[in-house]
């Protein structure tokens, strides 16, 4: 277990996702010092790919009846006491800390974090991550958590779409193929992803909303195909919701003149 002295936090190079804050009480504290807020890229899922460093911003908001003199903050994947992963600004680096406008007893401390999939990013840290936390007040108040709160942590999704014949006449039939992949960090590739829900959909051109027309599920292989009956022009595409592990993708739609039969 980690134990509090002025601070503690781990640095790497791995990912985080959207975070909830949880209402346990803390692991370790004195005094009126409180958590009231975690955010990780502003609360939003955080998507991370084969080989690109992304950088997110972790903000960890506390109160004290004293003011806040300084924050920690770092992010592990896996049992506390055995993690098996880590994110944060580095050791014994505090947040910067900034007060929240209008109070004279909280403030909001941040640190931008780097993401790089190349450094030591593999599948299985794909899910629920933590965010540990200490925060020191003016007063020598304390309050240190070791799980302030949960985020996902989820590989990168792509797809493609490719309708064909084009142009068609109104009437005939067009079959539409594509591909579903995710981010393997394992070797910083994209590969197939087998055995997904993933919607046909339609736009007519001129609007811009899609419809789903159908769903289909990928192949071993992560293609996927199907057919519909051309009647207006418009785009095609296909579109995955994503999962727990893996971000949402949309294909870009593939345009189909249709012409008069």
């Not at 004290?64 to 050791?91: E, M, T």
């Not at 640190?111 to 629920?128: H, R």
């Not at 293609?223 to 022009?233: G, I």
């Amino acid at each position: 277990m980690f134990i509090r002295s002025a601070a503690v936090v781990l640095s790497g190079a791995l990912a985080l996702s959207a975070l909830a804050v949880t209402t346990a009480d803390a692991d370790a504290g004195q005094g009126d010092t409180e958590v009231t807020q975690v955010l990780v890229n502003n609360g939003k899922s955080v998507v991370v790919g084969a080989t690109a460093t992304k950088t997110v911003t972790l903000s960890i908001t506390a109160s004290d009846n004293s003011g806040i003199k300084d924050a920690y903050g770092w992010l592990y994947h896996g049992p506390f006491d055995n993690p098996d992963g880590f994110a944060g600004p580095g050791s014994d680096t505090p947040l910067t800390c900034t007060p929240v406008p209008g109070s004279v007893t909280a403030s909001t401390c941040t640190a931008d974090i780097k993401i790089d999939p190349n450094a030591t990013l593999i599948n299985s840290n794909a899910g629920t991550w933590h965010v540990w936390t200490s925060v020191d007040a003016n007063d020598f108040d304390f309050v240190q958590k070791d799980s302030a709160g949960t985020f996902l942590m989820k590989r990168a999704a792509k797809l493609t779409a490719n309708a064909s014949p084009e142009p068609v006449a109104a009437g005939k039939v067009i079959t539409i193929k594509g591909a579903l992949s995710r981010a393997n960090w394992n070797n910083g590739t994209y590969g197939g992803y087998a055995g997904q829900s993933v919607k046909l959909q339609f736009r007519k051109a001129g609007s811009t909303a899609y419809t789903t027309v159908k769903t289909v599920t990928s192949d071993a292989g992560g293609a996927v195909t199907a057919t519909a009956t051309a009647s207006v022009d418009g785009y095609w595409r296909w579109s995955f919701a994503g999962t727990s592990t893996t971000g949402a993708a949309n294909a870009t739609g593939d345009y189909v003149d249709v012409t008069a039969g």
